[in-house]
């Protein structure tokens, strides 16, 4: 009797085959005739850190054996303008991947970046801030995206000297731009699940500009019943990340706030040196560090050569799904996080001693 009872309970404990049990791996990826071919993407090395970050994802993509062709140009911050040649090869390729380039603080000449941006129309910036597993922060369940409209506002660049002493700084705002910045953020939390959006602004000041934000972000939610649409103003939106940032999940900005948002929103997640972000366009998109503070690093880092490639690689990941190899892109994300979460290398930011290229070497044996 006690045996039969013991295999009844063994009977009822096993769970039974089921053809609906859950897959031991994702369904194939079915790409269209042509899709394997290797496609060319214009890099732009950069100053300070970028040529050692930028060295780093080509390793990275020689040994995957990633279906890219980097054509490199050389491009310096202090240059006056973005050699003709380099603008061509990005409008052609219509890719390029970046390291950081250092604009002049005061006089000098103007943003190597903006003017990139303005002439491909590259007018949405994103930074994904999200915590890494493996590295500790003072927050959890830190998950949020950044999109900021990247080619007006306050980066207009229209300044001028009404009389000596007396500067003017405008602020272009236009309905055109904002819409199509708030339409980019509801169509990526439609497309990657994402619950809500939330527009940042100080329209309790400038009525007008940022009002003329808010009712273009108001129009196109609109569109979109199923995502939750909400309104912070921008020096509340700071506190508030301070203290809980959890509570975010897609935000949509003008130029400059997002610029802030981001890198504070970075810092809080992990670092600037592990968050990853693009810049996209109707026909163009360059990759990059996603928080720009820290992207060109200083004269130590770079005479030590330690340093932190994992923004960058991360980013080269997000460049790889947009061309359409996700297989690729998602080994190499694995394999980079891998590398964090096992805390045996990582730079100085991240609490080690090692430098860029032992970091590059522990990601391509994770790769295997």
Not at 119 to 132: G, H, K, M, R, Y
Not at 284 to 290: C, S
Request: aromatic letters at 6%; charged letters at 20%; one cysteine or more.
């Amino acid at each position: 009797m006690a045996k039969r009872s013991v295999s009844i309970l063994n009977r009822l404990l096993t769970k039974p085959s089921s053809p609906f049990t859950a897959p031991t791996r994702s369904i194939t990826y079915m790409p269209r005739p042509g899709d394997g071919a290797p496609r060319t993407v214009t890099l732009i090395p950069g100053d300070g850190i970028g040529p050692l970050v930028t060295g780093a994802v080509e390793q990275v993509f020689e040994a995957m054996h990633a279906p890219v062709h980097f054509e490199r140009y050389e491009v310096r911050g202090y240059m006056r303008k973005v050699p003709e040649e380099v603008m061509e090869s990005v409008k052609r390729n219509k890719v390029c991947l970046k390291g950081g380039l250092a604009t002049p603080v005061g006089g000098g000449v103007s943003s190597l970046n903006m003017q990139l941006r303005k002439e491909l129309d590259i007018f949405a910036s994103l930074v994904n801030c999200i915590n890494v597993p493996g590295l500790v922060t003072r927050h959890e369940n830190v998950d949020i995206v950044v999109i900021r409209e990247n080619t007006e506002g306050e980066y207009a660049g229209l300044e001028h000297e009404v009389v000596p002493g007396v500067v003017e700084s405008l602020k272009v705002i236009t309905k055109y731009c904002s819409e199509r910045i708030a339409r980019y953020a509801f169509e990526y939390a439609y497309l990657n699940n994402r619950k809500k959006v939330t527009a940042v602004h100080k329209a309790n000041i400038m009525k007008l500009a940022d009002g003329l934000f808010l009712e273009s972000c108001r129009e196109v939610a609109k569109a979109y019943p199923g995502i939750t649409y909400n309104e912070i103003i921008v020096d509340n939106c700071c506190m508030q990340l301070v203290a809980k940032p959890e509570q975010f999940d897609v935000m949509v900005t003008p130029n400059l706030y997002g610029n802030l948002i981001a890198n504070t929103a970075a810092g809080i997640a992990g670092g600037t040196g592990v968050m990853p972000g693009g810049n996209v366009g109707a026909e163009h998109a360059i990759f990059e560090q996603g928080a720009s503070a820290g992207n060109v690093g200083n004269d130590k880092i770079v005479e030590q050569k330690k340093a932190n490639p994992v923004a960058l690689l991360l980013s080269s990941a997000m460049m790889l799904k947009h061309l359409q190899f996700p297989t690729f892109a998602d080994r190499l994300e694995v394999a980079v996080k891998q590398v964090i979460q096992e805390g045996k290398w990582r730079t100085k930011d991240l609490g080690g001693d090692c430098t860029t290229q032992e970091v590059v070497d522990a990601v391509i044996a994770a790769l295997d």
